[in-house]
């Protein structure tokens, strides 16, 4: 074996007195020796170095997204003693990009052997620290620990009255963006947390979920966007309260003199939170022409024991002595109908329950014509947002028109045409923002198509 080159240290004095040098051979093959000559370099002991021990900590364990934090470690000796002074490197690599590690820190060691230094991690990450060793110190790598970091949800609540109680948009951002990742809603009842709603995020990372209650009280939600690859699950709990709704009662006009000859020429708007809006556009084109409105929110023909139509009807009749009526009526009706001949119950979209709907429409329709067939306008329900309310709303319009064509004197109305947008809802209709936070109701602007369209049938 040949030396190819000789390389002497520094001279330090030894515990001896006598001067010693850290020499190093370099021999034939790459292989090279360690020695450490003393005096005139007649003694010459082989160095062997000294083995390195790293350990590695991460406080916190995890962060929210943007946070920060400490890595922390020490570094030792074989017998135990601090390695002081030393720089360590400190590397970590994207839990979603395993292979692109990256130093993120290069710490020098104190007395005590310790090293620390901050860490600003984009993702949930592996962390590890290396020393890269010396001249008699081994090169040394701590154990790889995980630094997690949840994705940050925030939420925001917008609460309106709707449809007679209340209507809630809770609305936030995900950051990082994740665009097009599920994000879910879920509510606290009696057995826990349940999820309500699943949606995807938009393009800039956003979402929106649309609650209502019927009734106030205190009601508690979560967000929550699931963990994946890349970053832990972020979770944001809302408390949402609500005083008893109190929904507003559209404004009854009052009643003008009943001419000789009857009520001709005027009109009665009547239905449930629907007719409101529609009445008071009427009303006012029509002028001086008398109109009567009566809306009546969080009622129906679904539930006689709470509000009786048919024999309010009756009064209505009496007291307003109409000649003509519009009826807006239904938003509430998607729910079970007892059957009037049996008594027995009928689930929501069955034959007996479509059937029981006609036949209360049929005797509504026909106390409204009452004995003079005066004119009856009846107004079908508009396309919901919910495709379930869509498909029950269709069925309640099937029942109603249906029952209009064996009435004499009454005409159906079709305003679901007028705010289906290529066959779909949208809450926009040629560029009017025509719906409401429900998804039911319509604003007043969004209202003024139905107007338009039955002024043209009522006529001068």
Known sequence: MGVLSVIRGPWWPSRTGVLAVAVTVALAGGASAAYVERGSGRARVPATPAAVTLRAAVKPAAVPYGGTVRVEGVVRDASGAPVAGRAVEVIAARADQPAAA?????????????????????????????????????????????????????????????????????????????????????????????????????????????????????????????????????????????????????????????????????????????????????????????????????????????????????????????????????????????AGGTGAWTAVGSAGWVAEYRRRAGDLMRAYAGAAQRPVFWVGLPIAREAATTACYRQLNGATAAAARAVNGVRWVDSWALYAVGGQYSDTVQGVAARQDDGIHLTFAGMRFLTRKLLGLLGP
């Open 102 to 338: 990256a130093v993120v820190g290069t710490p020098t060691s104190d007395g005590q052997g310790r090293v620390s230094a901050l860490f600003r991690p984009a993702a949930g990450s592996s962390v590890w620290m290396r020393f890269a060793g010396e001249p008699g110190l081994v090169p040394a790598m701590s154990e790889t620990v995980r630094v997690g970091v949840a994705q940050r949800v925030s939420v925001a609540a917008t609460t309106r009255p709707a449809n007679g109680g209340w209507s809630t948009v809770l609305r936030g951002v995900v950051t990082p963006a994740r665009p097009g990742r599920p994000v879910r809603l879920d509510v606290r009842d009696g057995h826990g947390w349940r999820t309500a709603a699943v949606v995807a995020l938009s393009a800039a990372s956003r979402y929106a979920f649309t609650v209502r209650h019927a009734k106030g009280g205190a009601f508690a939600y979560r967000v929550v966007r699931p963990a994946d690859t890349a970053y832990d699950a972020g979770t944001t709990r809302y408390d949402l309260r609500l005083a008893a709704p109190k929904p507003p009662r559209a404004p009854a006009l009052p009643a003008p003199p009943v001419p000789a000859g009857g009520g001709r020429g005027r009109l009665l708007v009547t239905g449930d939170s629907l007719a409101y809006y529609l009445g008071r556009q009427v009303a006012t084109a029509r002028g001086t022409r008398p109109t009567a409105i009566e809306s009546r929110p969080s009622t129906g023909m679904a539930r006689p024991d709470y509000f009786d139509w048919t024999a309010h009807a009756r009064e209505q009749v009496g007291s307003v002595q109409p000649g003509l009526v519009v009826v807006f009526l239904g938003a509430n009706d998607c729910q079970p109908l007892r």
